[in-house]
Nanobody
Framework: QVQLVESGGGLVQPGGSLRLSCAAS????????MGWYRQAPGKQRELVAL???????NYADSVKGRFTISRDNAKNTVYLHMNSLKPEDTAVYYC??????????????WGQGTQVTVSS
């Protein structure tokens, strides 16, 4: 059984910072892609940032220059450093992982989500 355990969400004022963490636990052979999506009330889930094995990253245009994704492969953990937060960043943030969790089988998993609220 694979679990993605998220932490770090909360309430922050506009212009503030937060760091989200997501650790994959259980059977992990390799993780190809690890990253974050978000879903605001009444909106579809959208990509925030992805970290791809080998070092490349992918960001939504709305967060470029403000958010940074990083990864600790030894700990199967991905981080999202969020700076200059705006009210429109308010959403539930979901961790995502794509990789080999059973030998020879490529699968993806989602975390349960962590709430980020940006408000004064």
């Amino acid at each position: 059984q694979v679990q993605l355990v998220e932490s770090g969400g909360g309430l922050v004022q506009p212009g503030g910072s937060l760091r989200l963490s997501c650790a994959a636990s259980g059977s992990v052979f390799s993780i190809n892609i690890m990253g974050w999506y978000r879903q605001a009330p009444g909106k579809q889930r959208e990509l925030v940032a992805l970290s791809i094995q080998g070092g490349s990253t992918n960001y939504a245009d709305s967060v470029k220059g403000r958010f940074t994704i990083s990864r600790d492969n030894a700990k199967n953990t991905v981080y999202l450093h969020m700076n200059s937060l705006k009210p429109e960043d308010t959403a539930v943030y979901y961790c995502y992982a794509d990789g080999e969790f059973r030998m020879g089988v490529r699968e993806d998993y989602w975390g349960q989500g962590t709430q980020v609220t940006v408000s004064s």
